[in-house]
């Protein structure tokens, strides 16, 4: 992954190649969902350890760049959320290898599609504190082909307490030749002492030209209405945009679930519960990520009055002219439930339970 790789955000990638960022050997990326902080986290790690010196991106042929391209430099570490794949726990060796391919597989990286990778019914992702000892040690060895070793922390945020204290010390006094980098999509639950000491980028959402110049790279076929319109709803993330375009269907089962509930066919409601209740944890929750982003994108197409729901079948129809029937409050209500049941959903929360909650006060929201 280089710099050129990515769209966008020129001032961010001209403040770490002009050599100011290397005052601050901790580093907190963030952004808002769909902004590619860990493709641009990895860009950086490949100029940092090209061996040309490049003034504005890795080379792409010299070793350190064959290196960091394949995810096995040396004096790169990883540090990402694990969890047990068919009640097994990973080992290091095993998770770097998901990681590897995960990586290779593609660029935009979320969250849920690192669990979905996993396996479906990945549950407790975290940092544990056996993946910080191995950090720690590693941190303290001199680096084996430059002059400094690189640590990347993937959602720091998903650190276990005890993996957080023991990380503590480390972060407030690195080690020489060290630099981290927490990539993180919730920086406010880093630590104080942590973020105060460390630089802190946080990324926009990518403009809609560029998420659409981006999308027309991968479907080439698509018209410029279905990009355009893909693009709203998506509102920058371009992993979502992509999921809109190439699984149209799952668009049709959001709305036809907001259909029954607006119908008040509980009968249907119960089977679709069911249904629902046999797919893969992952699977629930990227639905009620894709339901509410798509509910804030009709919202958003309402309000500018510009977006036809052209795309993707009748289903997409309805959600358009059903949001021409709600007013903001009502729309902004459904987004909140959504989003609720996902957070409920990530606490553990019983998933078929959670969403009949959440059809029940939907339900009540389109009455009034
Ligand atoms: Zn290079």
Same mark, same amino acid.
């Given at each position: 992954?280089?710099?050129?790789?990515?769209? =966008?955000?020129?001032?961010?990638?001209?403040?770490?190649?002009?050599?100011?960022?290397?005052?601050?050997?901790?580093?907190?990326?963030?952004?808002?969902?769909?902004?590619? &902080?860990? +493709?641009?986290? !990895?860009?950086?790690?490949?100029?940092?350890?090209?061996?040309?010196?490049?003034?504005?991106?890795?080379?792409?042929?010299?070793?350190?760049?064959? @290196?960091?391209?394949?995810?096995?430099?040396?004096?790169?570490?990883?540090? &990402?959320?694990? =969890?047990?794949?068919?009640?097994?726990?990973?080992? +290091?060796?095993?998770?770097?290898?998901?990681?590897?391919?995960?990586?290779?597989?593609?660029?935009?990286?979320?969250?849920?599609?690192?669990?979905?990778?996993?396996?479906? %019914?990945? @549950?407790?992702?975290?940092? =544990?504190?056996?993946?910080?000892?191995?950090?720690?040690?590693?941190?303290?060895?001199?680096?084996?082909?430059?002059?400094?070793?690189?640590?990347?922390?993937?959602?720091?945020?998903?650190? %276990?307490?005890?993996?957080?204290?023991?990380?503590?010390?480390?972060?407030?006094?690195?080690?020489?030749?060290? /630099?981290?980098?927490?990539? +993180?999509?919730?920086?406010? /639950?880093?630590?104080?002492?942590?973020?105060?000491?460390?630089?802190?980028?946080?990324?926009?959402?990518?403009?809609?030209?560029?998420?659409?110049?981006?999308?027309? /790279? @991968?479907?080439?076929?698509?018209?410029?209405?279905?990009?355009?319109?893909?693009?709203?709803?998506?509102? =920058?993330?371009?992993?979502?945009?992509?999921?809109?375009?190439?699984?149209?269907?799952?668009?049709?089962?959001?709305?036809?679930?907001?259909?029954?509930?607006?119908? %008040?066919?509980?009968?249907?409601?119960?089977?679709? !519960?069911?249904?629902?209740? @046999?797919?893969?944890?992952?699977?629930?929750?990227?639905?009620? +990520?894709?339901?509410?982003?798509?509910?804030?994108?009709?919202?958003?197409?309402?309000?500018?009055?510009?977006?036809?729901?052209?795309?993707?079948?009748?289903?997409?129809?309805?959600?358009?002219?059903?949001?021409?029937?709600?007013?903001?409050?009502?729309?902004?209500?459904?987004?909140?439930?959504?989003?609720?049941?996902?957070?409920?959903?990530?606490?553990?929360? /019983?998933?078929?339970?959670?969403?009949?909650?959440?059809?029940?006060?939907?339900?009540?929201?389109?009455?009034?």
């Amino acid at each position: 992954m280089y710099f050129s790789d990515i769209c =966008g955000y020129k001032r961010e990638k001209k403040l770490w190649t002009s050599s100011c960022s290397d005052f601050a050997p901790v580093q907190i990326l963030s952004g808002v969902p769909g902004a590619p &902080i860990l +493709s641009l986290a !990895l860009s950086l790690i490949a100029w940092r350890h090209c061996k040309s010196q490049m003034v504005d991106d890795g080379c792409r042929t010299c070793s350190g760049c064959l @290196k960091t391209s394949k995810y096995f430099h040396p004096d790169v570490f990883f540090t &990402i959320p694990s =969890g047990s794949v068919k009640n097994k726990s990973l080992d +290091s060796s095993q998770l770097l290898k998901y990681w590897r391919k995960f990586l290779e597989k593609k660029n935009y990286q979320e969250i849920d599609s690192w669990a979905s990778h996993l396996g479906n %019914n990945i @549950k407790n992702l975290q940092i =544990g504190i056996k993946q910080i000892e191995e950090l720690i040690a590693y941190s303290r060895s001199y680096p084996i082909e430059g002059e400094f070793k690189t640590f990347l922390i993937w959602q720091p945020e998903l650190l %276990n307490p005890s993996a957080s204290n023991k990380l503590l010390k480390t972060l407030e006094e690195p080690p020489s030749g060290t /630099k981290f980098l927490l990539v +993180s999509n919730d920086p406010e /639950k880093i630590l104080s002492t942590v973020s105060s000491r460390a630089l802190h980028l946080h990324f926009g959402s990518l403009s809609k030209d560029i998420v659409i110049e981006e999308l027309k /790279k @991968k479907h080439p076929d698509k018209s410029i209405n279905d990009l355009t319109y893909a693009s709203e709803l998506a509102a =920058g993330q371009i992993d979502l945009a992509n999921n809109i375009l190439e699984n149209p269907q799952e668009y049709s089962k959001f709305a036809n679930w907001l259909r029954i509930i607006y119908l %008040n066919d509980w009968t249907r409601l119960v089977e679709y !519960l069911e249904e629902w209740g @046999k797919k893969p944890l992952t699977e629930q929750k990227r639905w009620l +990520s894709y339901g509410s982003t798509i509910m804030r994108g009709t919202l958003r197409s309402f309000a500018t009055g510009r977006a036809e729901a052209k795309l993707l079948s009748r289903n997409a129809q309805f959600c358009y002219k059903l949001s021409k029937t709600l007013s903001i409050n009502q729309q902004e209500l459904i987004v909140e439930y959504l989003e609720r049941s996902y957070e409920k959903i990530n606490r553990n929360a /019983k998933p078929g339970l959670t969403l009949l909650d959440a059809s029940l006060h939907i339900s009540r929201v389109l009455k009034n």
